[in-house]
């Protein structure tokens, strides 16, 4: 009994307290060093040295005189632009109706008997007159770059068997072998020979080889680019259009046709009047002239690289003459004969045809 | 002599001239054409034509306008559009002319060009003069006016006949026109003292240099905006230079940022791809703001975003070739496009899919809980039990610290940890380098959940409730408690930095994060500004979630009778709602209990010493009865339905006996009873048996009687006593 009571006092006592269990834990995020990398002081040192090395004021007044005289020369058949701010870039733009014949790549005035359109001293048509203006820019000049596109949209070709075998000399590659015997195979050869025609009269203009890409963009080119669904759809809007009524949103870029339009234009009957015409993109590369000038410090260090770039860069005529050489638009690209739908060939000796980039510079990207 | 020639022989007097190119159709010629025209060059406009600043129109009639840039402005021209006028006959409207201005015009100023620029006397001056001479492009003939914008508006002219003008630093640069007399102005561009580097071009451009990419080496960085190479390359070197750098100074603009000698230098990592800041520095940042955990988890969001406002990027003026110029402070959030920090993440969301569960003496059990979902953008912070689900936003990860959490489908089956999900970068989760979109303490009630206020001293519990080992078992669904020795009180651990992060007064959150689960009731009133416990049990009567109004009211406290079952919760709330994360099932009971059999909560063996005392009366036949008491030394008892238990003990009994009042039935005895008793009020209040006894000392006294009495403890329960 008493044993019993013991243990019965006892039993109470034998509690412990909660002893802690260990859990997993979060790791810390160890720090890792990373360096920089080492400043790029040797485009800094580039970029002085083609500062020093300026395009002569003078190249931009020649080439803003030659400008001038071509549009006073073609202006009334062709638009004469520069692309950009410099006057190295120029875009032109010519209506194919009033200067090819119908439906043949003739110039007006090439055939015995028909008169010419446009002449100038020493030039009987708007492409020949365009190159009587570059020449003037040639002692400027190292060199001159054309891309001619001819844009023959919906336009019927004078023969299906269409050919222009003398036009086909003289280009890296020739675009095509064998003329096939369909209308728009003809369109398309039509497109490309409008556009040779057009860049052989600006190399006669010239008097001087030039690399030339000469490109064709027939009316797939521009079914391929232009909503006319999308231009369809908004005529009828606006037909549909009553007084007082909210206008319908704008059409949809590519449901417009492609710059620069004309007031003849009518994209929802699928009529782009103002694709029928020659483009022609000049690039004038001017020659920089040496700096007679060098940096006052020596050292290579990020400061002084700096220094020198600023140094070079707040002189009064570098800040006048900022204006630089366009973008290149040979050199990169296709070497391709048949890019998309189109014809491309650029003359022998020329690099690769960058298409993209003309078609930016002429205004021709499809729209996004 | 002609009228028409009469008027350019006057306007050749009067300081305009005839110009070089034939006159087209419209324009005071006879023949269609196009020519450019010099400022100041005469034109003619015919009655009989429209004009239009585009070949295709729209037409209309012009009078009284006679240069080529009185006519522009008539139609409307506008700075950017061609210079070019186009007239037509309206009896020849396919024969379309034009005149446009000469392009010589827009190069005067260049080099070579008809006015010559040349530093002036004082910094960034500058002198146009007249190039001697000069008369081409109609130099001889126009004016110029030099206007500078911002803020201190000046303007200077050169007029006609003037050789140069002088004009003083314009930090914009200026603007000129050109005009001929009496004609509206031609703008020329913008005249700087000085050219400027390709970064001092791209700032005064303006508009933002860097943006937030996440796919640098490490993970965040800020990358330039554009392809503008040159100005980046630039950038880069004058951080190299010390001509850029990114300093912190709260509340104060860039200006005054950049020139305080206290603010704070950021340390950067420069590479041609972009700019990161440093991984120590953000560590450290960490630090500041959350103490030693801030190292376990990355930072947030908002956190990037508050800490791009305090940033500021400063740009020396000049490299030292210009003289003496203000640098350029700008704010790094602009700068930078910190906001798209966060806009990329504004619609994604964090979610959970929660479980709760039972903690019983045999371990967890799991329930499916609700599903909750918070916007990343909100600093999401949630806590849930291990074995929810979390489902990851698009392009994210799961880090525990810096070790990743594997990720089935974009889901994740959560363990005990702070997990962190985070922007998923190349430096996975060992980076400081990226951003934090939301943070979930993920609790185990089995390991963190501690009824702290019961002893010890039972079996050692399954392994997925280690807080609960040795707390004594009632049944296998109830733990037990003592209430003189045990009481209902629970400790809360959680995650390394869960606190940290939960607690940090920029979160403002409603409740906090300790080390207490504190058993909360129906309290009313107010209790100052502590916040309140994010972690609380609640104890109710029954299992159900006490997580409203109601069940707060309901909830009970510790103290009940013996065999009454009490019901803990352990409650979260974060501030959105509670939410029941675990719930545990106690019974009252005897102190000296010392074991208990059985499966089954109702077919429970309890097995203990010095139970409950009972006084009651003891009869058998022939003798009388007897008045008396008895103490169970030894017991073992049955729960049955209805308040019924079965009991067998061995007591000592003593009484008196009723006829003579000698004393009977003293000394031990063994007793089989049937309890019966109210539960929850007065459980096994009476007791009935039948027990075997010494017949000793009365000597009427036979080796076994019955009993019928009362529960001394739960009468004094039901009396309020205890």
């Given amino acids: 009994m008493r044993l019993l009571l013991m243990i019965a006092l006892a039993v109470p006592c034998g509690g412990t307290a909660y002893e802690g269990a260990t859990g997993p834990t979060t790791p810390e995020i160890a720090v890792v060093p990373a360096p920089s990398d080492p400043p790029p002081t040797e485009r800094m040192r580039t970029l002085e040295r083609q500062c020093r090395e300026t395009i002569p004021g003078t190249t931009f007044q020649e080439a803003a005189r030659a400008l001038s005289q071509v549009r006073a020369s073609i202006g009334r058949y062709c638009s004469v632009a520069l692309v950009g701010e410099t006057p190295l870039e120029w875009r032109v733009s010519c209506g194919a109706d009033a200067l090819f014949e119908s439906g043949r790549y003739a110039l007006s005035g ?95 203009g010239l008097g001087s080889s030039v690399h030339t890409a000469a490109i064709g963009n027939g009316s797939r080119w521009l079914d391929a680019r232009l909503d006319r669904q999308g231009a369809v759809d908004h005529a009828r809007a606006l037909e549909r259009l009553r007084p007082g009524d909210e206008p319908p949103a704008d059409p949809p ?85 048949r890019v998309g739908e189109r014809f491309v060939t650029r003359t022998s000796g020329a690099g690769a045809v960058d298409v993209a980039r003309i078609d930016e510079r002429l205004g021709l990207a499809a729209p996004r | 002599m002609k009228l028409s020639t009469c008027l350019f022989a006057l306007c050749a007097l009067a300081g305009l001239a005839a110009p ?57 021209w506008r700075d950017g559009m061609q210079a070019t006028a186009y007239g037509r006959r309206t009896d020849a409207p396919t024969e379309v002319s034009s005149v446009f201005v000469d392009h010589c015009t827009d190069y005067v100023l260049q080099a070579g060009g008809a006015f010559r620029v040349r530093p002036g006397a004082r910094t960034d001056a500058l002198v146009v003069e007249r190039t001697s001479g000069a008369t081409s492009c109609g130099v ?36 000129v026109q050109a005009a001929a007399q009496g004609e509206p102005s031609y703008p020329l561009g913008r005249l700087a003292a000085g050219g400027e580097t390709p970064l001092q071009r791209r700032l005064r451009d303006g508009g933002t240099l860097l943006r937030p990419d996440w796919e640098g080496e490490r993970g965040l960085r800020f990358v330039p905006t554009e392809t503008d190479a040159d100005a980046w390359a630039e950038l880069r070197t004058a951080f190299a230079a010390g001509h850029a750098r990114l300093v912190r100074k709260r509340g104060a603009t860039a200006a005054t ?96 899919t929660h479980v709760a569960y ?87 009630p089995g390991h963190d959940w501690i009824p702290a206020g019961l002893e010890r001293g039972g079996r050692e519990a399954p392994a997925d409730v280690p807080a609960w080992s040795g707390v004594f078992v009632d049944d296998p669904q109830s733990f037990a408690f003592v209430r003189r020795r045990d009481d209902l009180r629970f400790r809360m651990t959680s995650p390394e930095g869960f606190a940290s992060a939960w607690n940090h007064p920029a979160r403002g959150a409603a409740t906090a994060v300790g080390q207490h689960a504190p058993v909360v009731g ?71 209990v010392v074991s208990t059999l059985g499966r089954s909560e109702r077919r429970q063996l309890r097995i203990g010493f010095l139970g409950d005392a009972r006084l009651g009366v003891f009869f058998s036949e022939p003798q009388p009865a007897a008045i008396g008491a008895l103490l169970p030394i030894f017991y073992t008892d049955l729960h049955l339905k209805a308040g019924f238990l079965f009991e067998v003990s061995v007591p000592l009994t003593a009484a008196i006996a009723w006829e003579d009042g000698r004393a009977s039935r003293v000394g031990p005895a063994l007793m089989v009873a049937m309890n019966w008793g109210y539960p929850e009020i007065a459980p096994r209040l009476f007791t009935f048996g039948v027990m075997v006894h010494a017949p000793w000392p009365h000597p009427d006294d036979t080796v076994w009687s019955f009993f019928g009495g009362i529960n001394v403890t739960s009468l004094i329960d039901l009396l309020g006593g205890r």
Wanted: glycine share 10%; hydrophobic share 40%; net charge negative.
């Fill in chain 2, 522 to 592: 129906d309290e009313s009133g107010r209790f100052g500004h502590a916040r309140p416990s994010a972690f609380v049990t609640r104890l109710t009567k029954d299992a159900t979630c006490p997580v409203g109004a109601d069940d707060v009211r309901t909830a009970v406290p510790a103290e009940t009778v013996v065999d009454g079952v009490v019901h803990a919760h352990l409650v979260l709330d974060d501030g959105r709602a509670p939410r029941c994360l675990a719930h545990a099932r106690f019974r009252a009971r005897e102190p000296r």
């Fill in chain 2, 140 to 175: 001889d003939r126009i004016a110029l006016t030099f206007d500078c914008q911002g803020s201190g508006a000046r303007r200077a002219t050169l007029p006609i006949g003037a050789q140069s003008v002088e004009l003083p630093e314009c930090g914009a640069g200026w603007e």
């Fill in chain 2, 257 to 352: 940022a950049c020139h305080e000698e206290s603010a704070d230098v950021v340390p950067l990592v420069v590479t041609g791809g972009g700019v990161a800041f440093d991984e120590g520095w953000l560590a450290s940042a960490m630090r500041d703001l959350y103490g030693a955990d801030g190292v376990r988890f990355a930072p947030s969001l908002s956190m990037l975003r508050e800490l791009a406002d305090e940033l500021h990027l400063c740009l020396a003026g000049t490299y030292g070739a210009r003289g003496a110029r203000e640098g350029t402070g700008l704010a790094f959030a602009q700068a930078a496009s910190a906001q798209e920090l966060v806009t990329r993440y504004a619609t994604a969301e964090l979610c959970v």
């Fill in chain 2, 358 to 444: 039972d903690v019983t003496p045999n371990g967890l059990v799991s329930h499916e809980g609700a599903r909750q979902c918070v916007a990343v953008s909100d600093g999401a912070l949630l806590a849930a039990n291990a074995g929810a689900v979390l489902e990851l936003p698009e392009g994210s990860v799961a880090c525990n610290g810096n070790t990743p959490i594997e990720a089935s489908e974009g889901r994740v089956t959560l363990s005990r940890g702070l997990v962190d999900v985070r922007v998923g970068t190349r430096g996975g989760c060992a980076t400081f380098e990226t951003a934090s979109l939301g943070r979930v303490g993920v609790v185990d």
């Fill in chain 1, 110 to 204: 090439d055939t015995e008997g028909s008169t010419p359109v446009v002449t100038c001293d020493g030039g009987r048509n708007a492409f020949a007159c365009l190159g009587r203006g570059l020449r003037s820019m040639l002692p400027h000049v190292a060199r001159v770059d054309v891309a001619v596109v001819g844009h023959v949209d919906q336009q019927l070709p004078a023969q299906a068997r269409l050919d222009c075998p003398e036009l086909k000399e003289g280009w890296e590659a020739v675009p095509w072998s064998r003329a096939t015997n369909t209308r728009e195979a003809a369109n398309e050869r039509l497109a490309w020979c409008r556009a040779a025609r057009a860049s052989r009269a600006l190399a006669e």
């Fill in chain 1, 253 to 337: 870029a590519a449901a417009n046709c492609p710059n620069p339009g004309s007031a003849s234009d009518e994209p929802a009957a699928g009529k782009c009047q103002s694709a029928r015409r020659v483009d022609v993109l000049v690039r004038l590369e001017a020659r920089p002239s040496r700096a007679d000038t060098e940096c006052s410090r020596d050292g290579a260090t990020p400061e002084d690289v700096l220094f020198c770039l600023e140094e070079c860069a707040a002189r009064p005529e570098q800040s006048q003459s900022a204006l630089a050489n366009p973008h290149a638009f040979f050199g990169s690209g296709s070497t391709e004969t």
């Fill in chain 2, 20 to 76: 070089a190119f034939a006159q087209p159709r419209c324009f005071g010629g006879s023949e269609p054409a196009a020519a450019p025209l010099t400022l100041g060059d005469r034109v003619r406009l015919d009655s009989n034509c429209q004009y239009a600043l585009d070949a295709n129109g729209p037409w209309r009639s012009l009078t009284n306008r006679d240069t080529v840039v009185d006519v522009l402005a008539a139609l409307g």
